[in-house]
């Protein structure tokens, strides 16, 4: 098992920036994905990014793209998700998810992480 910690929400006013970190462990994640989702009240939960391993492919939900950027943290088995621009409508608790890209992009992968919650306000 694959344990997932967040880390780095908060509350943030529109325009600001906001940076989010997700840290694995528990075994190697060289044939992994790590991504990150989010849900907001009374929503259902969305993709929001994703990013192969070992290829270093990312993709973005259409809502985050030239805001959002996930990388590679300094740490081993690590991703970091740079916010910018945030909107009110970003407000969600976000989740980190490993496991691979295929499983990461249809919301069903092997790992998640419990949640840091992410408030933009007006």
């Known amino acids: 098992q694959v344990q997932l910690v967040e880390s780095g929400g908060g509350l943030v006013q529109a325009g600001g920036s906001l940076t989010l970190s997700c840290a694995a462990s528990g075994r190697t994640f060289s044939n992994y994905a790590m991504g990150w989702f989010r849900q907001a009240p009374g929503k259902e939960r969305e993709f929001v990014a994703t990013?192969?391993?070992?290829?270093?492919?990312?993709y973005y939900a259409d809502s985050v793209k030239g805001r959002f950027t996930i990388s590679r943290a300094n740490a081993k088995n690590a991703v970091s998700l740079q916010m910018n621009s945030l909107k009110p409508e970003d407000t969600a608790v976000y989740y980190c998810?490993?496991?691979?890209?295929?499983?990461?992009?249809?919301?069903?992968?092997?790992?998640w992480g419990q949640g840091t919650q992410v408030t933009v306000s007006s």
């Open positions: 990013l192969r391993w070992s290829g270093g492919t990312t």
């Open positions: 998810a490993a496991d691979t890209l295929s499983r990461v992009v249809a919301g069903n992968p092997g790992s």
